[in-house]
Protein backbone atom coordinates (compact mmCIF):
# COMPACT_ATOMS: atom_id res chain seq x y z
CA UNK A 1 0.00 0.00 0.00
CA UNK A 2 1.37 3.40 -1.05
CA UNK A 3 0.79 6.43 1.04
CA UNK A 4 0.92 9.94 -0.18
CA UNK A 5 3.60 11.99 1.93
CA UNK A 6 1.76 15.02 3.77
CA UNK A 7 3.95 18.34 3.65
CA UNK A 8 4.46 18.18 7.02
CA UNK A 9 7.65 14.91 6.60
CA UNK A 10 8.63 16.70 3.45
CA UNK A 11 9.63 19.96 5.12
CA UNK A 12 11.10 17.35 7.95
CA UNK A 13 13.06 15.75 5.72
CA UNK A 14 14.24 18.96 3.52
CA UNK A 15 15.60 20.18 7.46
CA UNK A 16 17.19 16.86 7.84
CA UNK A 17 19.41 16.83 4.80
CA UNK A 18 20.27 20.48 5.34
CA UNK A 19 21.34 19.59 8.32
CA UNK A 20 23.31 16.64 6.66
CA UNK A 21 25.01 18.88 4.03
CA UNK A 22 25.86 21.60 6.78
CA UNK A 23 27.35 18.46 9.36
CA UNK A 24 29.79 17.11 6.00
CA UNK A 25 30.83 20.48 5.65
CA UNK A 26 32.16 21.34 9.27
CA UNK A 27 34.50 17.65 8.86
CA UNK A 28 35.93 19.48 6.04
CA UNK A 29 39.56 20.68 6.63
CA UNK A 30 40.87 24.32 5.29
CA UNK A 31 44.60 23.24 4.88
CA UNK A 32 45.20 20.87 1.79
CA UNK A 33 48.38 19.30 3.84
CA UNK A 34 49.79 18.75 6.84
CA UNK A 35 52.94 21.36 5.75
CA UNK A 36 50.27 24.11 5.85
CA UNK A 37 48.62 23.38 8.79
CA UNK A 38 52.16 23.17 10.81
CA UNK A 39 53.28 26.30 9.44
CA UNK A 40 49.78 28.08 10.02
CA UNK A 41 49.86 26.16 13.95
CA UNK A 42 53.46 27.68 14.35
CA UNK A 43 52.73 31.07 13.58
CA UNK A 44 49.87 30.89 15.74
CA UNK A 45 51.71 30.07 18.59
CA UNK A 46 54.42 32.62 17.99
CA UNK A 47 51.51 35.00 17.81
CA UNK A 48 50.77 34.40 21.03
CA UNK A 49 54.10 34.59 22.50
CA UNK A 50 54.53 30.98 22.78
CA UNK A 51 58.02 30.36 21.54
CA UNK A 52 60.50 32.70 23.36
CA UNK A 53 63.93 33.35 22.58
CA UNK A 54 66.22 30.17 22.81
CA UNK A 55 67.99 29.82 26.28
CA UNK A 56 71.52 30.89 26.23
CA UNK A 57 74.36 27.73 25.90
CA UNK A 58 77.06 28.34 27.44
CA UNK A 59 78.67 24.91 27.27
CA UNK A 60 80.74 26.24 23.68
CA UNK A 61 82.23 29.37 25.03
CA UNK A 62 83.23 27.58 28.13
CA UNK A 63 85.04 24.53 26.32
CA UNK A 64 86.56 27.29 23.90
CA UNK A 65 87.82 29.13 27.17
CA UNK A 66 89.21 25.72 28.34
CA UNK A 67 90.47 24.54 25.45
CA UNK A 68 92.60 28.16 25.00
CA UNK A 69 93.81 28.11 28.59
CA UNK A 70 95.00 24.72 27.77
CA UNK A 71 97.07 25.31 24.88
CA UNK A 72 98.58 28.62 26.26
CA UNK A 73 99.64 26.54 29.23
CA UNK A 74 100.73 23.92 27.16
CA UNK A 75 103.01 26.62 25.55
CA UNK A 76 104.03 27.98 28.01
CA UNK A 77 105.89 24.85 29.48
CA UNK A 78 107.31 23.84 26.74
CA UNK A 79 109.07 27.43 26.13
Known amino acids: ?3 ARDPSQNSTLTSLEAAVVSARSGFA ?3 S ?3 EYERALISERR ?3 RYGAP ?3 RWP ?5 GCAVTIAG ?3 LLA
Not at 61 to 65: G, K, N, S
Open 33 to 35: TSE
Open 1 to 3: MIT
Open 47 to 49: AQG
Open 61 to 65: MLAFV
Open 55 to 57: PLR
Open 29 to 31: CMF
Open 74 to 76: VVL
